[in-house]
Nanobody, 124 residues
Framework: QVQLVESGGGLVQAGGSLRLSCAAS????????MGWFRQVPGKERECVAA????????YYADSVKGRFTISRDNPKNTVYLQMNSLKFEDTAVYYC?????????????????WGQGTQVTVSS
């Protein structure tokens, strides 16, 4: 069992930056693929970034490529999402998720554990 707690969301002006953190419980963090997803009302949850267990492979959605950076610190059981050059359309609830398998995927149903979400609001 893995418990995930996100932090770092908030209100920021367009062009600004935020760093989200996701702290995981348990001793199996390094065995999990980690992903960051976001969701706005009325839309499906989408994967914005994912990272392999070692951190050597990362995935980014086209909409955030070049602006967001996912990273992980396995000894600290934490995954991060650095968000720069934020846009109004980045406004969403951001979720951290863990997948207890090797392959990195962007599908929500492939992830086993989810955090409670943190709100990111970008003012235009």
């Amino acid at each position: 069992q893995v418990q995930l707690v996100e932090s770092g969301g908030g209100l920021v002006q367009a062009g600004g930056s935020l760093r989200l953190s996701c702290a995981a419980s348990g001793r199996t963090f390094s065995s999990n693929v980690m992903g960051w997803f976001r969701q706005v009302p009325g839309k499906e949850r989408e994967c914005v970034a994912a990272i392999s267990r070692s951190g050597s492979y990362t995935y980014y959605a086209d909409s955030v490529k070049g602006r967001f950076t996912i990273s992980r610190d396995n000894p600290k059981n934490t995954v991060y999402l650095q968000m720069n050059s934020l846009k109004f359309e980045d406004t969403a609830v951001y979720y951290c998720a863990a997948r207890a398998k090797v392959a990195v995927t962007t599908e929500t149903y492939e992830y086993d554990y989810w955090g409670q979400g943190t709100q990111v609001t970008v003012s235009s």
